[in-house]
């Protein structure tokens, strides 16, 4: 029995993020799916006893729930001696860009995503302006990744892993081509996908997907 339950939906990039580094750590997750769709994580119930944030992913360690993604990764990193910056220098631009990616690319393209692609009514004017923010994003990205392999570095970090998640997901789902529009974004992710052990989205993460409404 693993160590480890991840409370999560498949569309969740921020799940991803954890079910990735685990994976690449070598480690096994018991797979918990919420039901996101239902409103389950705004309830009062689940609030009390799962995330008092109301948010997914939760990883429980030995029983303990452990929510934010920047912290647990950085604690896995610890853990099992990867992915977290081979000196100084690179752990703090490991900590410069999980701070960047949670508040910026994360955050607004998750949000662009949802209401795009999974929201019953999107308005327009709200979806214009975060993706005028993601393409602002896209561009700060595309420019770090120009002259060196990945995002603190030469070497993967948990700031690939946690910038990579939700342009990881299918482009139907993003809206976005990115390897017509941002190619070297495009590179610096088959350069994610092809660390040793990595998987996809939906194959880390099973289950009942959401209703789509684009
Ligand atoms: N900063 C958080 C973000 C978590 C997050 O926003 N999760 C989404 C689902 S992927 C959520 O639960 N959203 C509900 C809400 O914003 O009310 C983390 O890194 O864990």
């Keep these: ?10 569309e969740s990039g921020n799940s991803y993020k954890l079910a990735l580094m685990l994976t690449l750590c070598g480690e096994t997750f018991e797979p918990v799916w919420t ?12 609030r009390a006893t799962v995330n008092p944030m109301g948010e997914i992913p939760v990883l429980e360690e030995d ?3 452990l929510t934010q993604t920047g912290p647990i ?29 949670n508040q910026k690319l994360s955050a607004h393209m998750a949000t662009y995503r949802f209401m795009r692609t999974f929201s019953r009514r999107a308005d327009p004017a709200v979806l214009a302006y975060l993706r005028a923010r993601v393409d602002d994003f896209l561009g700060i ?3 770090q ?15 690939d892993l946690s910038m990579c998640a939700y342009l ?3 482009a139907d789902e993003t809206g976005y081509d990115l390897p017509g529009a941002y190619p070297g974004v495009q590179a610096w992710l088959g350069r994610i996908a092809a660390l040793p052990g990595w ?7 099973p289950g009942d997907r959401l209703p789509r409404y684009d």
């Design 199 to 205: 998987r996809s989205p939906y194959d880390l993460l």
């Design 168 to 170: 990881s997901y299918p």
């Design 73 to 101: 990764l950085l604690r896995l990193a610890e853990r099992y001696g990867r992915l977290g910056g081979s000196d100084d220098v690179e752990r703090f631009e490991v900590l410069r860009w999980l701070f960047w990616d």
């Design 145 to 159: 990744v120009a002259n060196q392999a990945f995002i603190a570095g030469p070497e993967a970090t948990i700031a």
């Design 141 to 143: 990205v595309e420019r």
């Design 63 to 65: 029983g303990v729930k």
């Design 1 to 10: 029995m693993s160590r480890y339950r991840l409370h999560y939906f498949p």
């Design 35 to 46: 039901d996101f769709g239902s409103r389950i994580t705004w309830t009062p119930e689940w």
